[in-house]
């Protein structure tokens, strides 16, 4: 099979076009024929390198990936070859406490995809039989390899950890990501205000256009200031955030009384100072959350079918085109996911 693959950490050079023979599903695993991935952040991390974890090389990156079943292991009865299917991207051990309860994102075990086992970027990928879901034939592959990894995540985010309700304002930092595009529709699908933060007037018009009621510039305008003007000086209820460092005083200081802080990610920097005097006598809670259950993903393809969740996609493009994939996303040009057809 063709892949990409990656035998050692750094730049775009380090992508490389790679054929390999074809993986064969052992028992209780399926084998998919991807027809589209996506870049996510991880991916560029898992090729330049990060501090203190250990990633197998050489790995083929890719964390999602949607296709047709190609082969199915012994065991494995609830898809067949040729089912259009949708690959939940973490994989957990499916028998510890966390994973019987339905947590699998818990589980000692959990890694994902393209991070410690090989990943989508290759026209086949194997996993365990319980992460491959139907995929209707209204959702395009496109549209699946955009939605898994970051309507789950946001979904997580705001509907499990943050438990936001109709009315409450919600504050979407780096909103023109994956992951805050994700978390606007999700935010106004449950009756929130959103106030989204992005870098300039031309994302800023994208971001009503998928919902955000405020859009604050960033670049030009303080997230503090203006967090206070549109909500009265009261603060908001929710914040959503994958920067880390760089907004995580914003962050705290924007919430109103009893408000909670959900973290995902940490791309500006993990090191953050916290005055815990805003923690206590605001009574806020500041919660961490990492990907999200598979069977949240079911109801985010529901509800992709009917209309109500849509992912924002930048651009499609042949997995050849994988390094300048990588690029547009490490230099902050795109609105949504970038997409790679296989």
């Not at 438990?163 to 009756?191: C, I, M, W, Y």
């Not at 967090?227 to 908001?236: A, D, F, Q, Y």
């Not at 849509?310 to 085109?321: C, F, Q």
């Amino acid at each position: 099979m063709k892949c990409i693959r990656i035998h050692a950490h750094g730049g775009l050079d380090q992508l490389k076009f790679e054929e390999l023979p074809d993986p064969v599903p052992r028992a209780g695993e399926v084998k998919v024929r991807v027809h589209a991935t996506s870049i996510n952040r991880m991916d560029l991390w898992v090729r330049k390198g990060l501090p203190g974890v250990h990633i197998p090389l050489p790995m083929i990156p890719g964390v999602e990936a949607a296709g047709v079943v190609a082969e199915t292991g012994p065991g494995v009865v609830h898809v067949r070859s040729g089912d259009r299917v949708i690959v939940a991207q973490g994989i957990s051990c499916g028998h510890c406490l966390h994973c019987l309860n339905g947590n699998d994102n818990l589980c000692r075990n959990y890694v994902l995809l393209g991070e410690h086992r090989d990943g989508a970027d290759a026209e086949y990928v194997i996993v365990p039989s319980r992460n491959v879901i139907g995929l209707s034939s209204k959702i395009s592959f496109e549209q699946a390899a955009a939605a898994g990894l970051v309507f789950l995540t946001a979904w997580q985010m705001l509907v499990d950890k943050a438990r936001v309700r109709p009315t409450e304002d919600v504050l979407v930092h780096g909103a023109t990501s994956g992951v805050g595009s994700a978390a606007v529709q999700v935010a106004k699908l449950f009756g929130a205000r959103v106030i989204a933060t992005t870098s300039t007037d031309a994302k800023a018009a994208e971001l009503r256009k998928i919902g955000a009621d405020e859009v604050i510039i960033y670049a030009k305008q303080s997230v503090q200031e203006e967090v206070r003007r549109l909500t009265g000086k009261r603060g908001v209820d929710v914040v959503i955030d994958h920067v880390g460092a760089a907004v995580w005083t914003d962050s705290i200081r924007s919430l109103t009384k009893g408000g909670r802080l959900v973290t995902c990610g940490a791309t500006s920097g993990y090191e953050a100072t916290t005055d815990l005097r805003y923690v206590f006598y605001k009574q806020i809670q500041i919660l961490g959350s990492t990907m999200g259950r598979k069977g949240d993903l079911m109801t985010i393809l529901k509800l992709m079918e009917q209309g109500s969740l849509r992912p924002v996609i930048h651009a499609v493009l042949p997995m050849s085109e994988v390094r300048e994939g990588h690029r547009i996303v490490e230099a902050g040009e795109h609105i949504g996911k970038i997409v790679l057809t296989v």
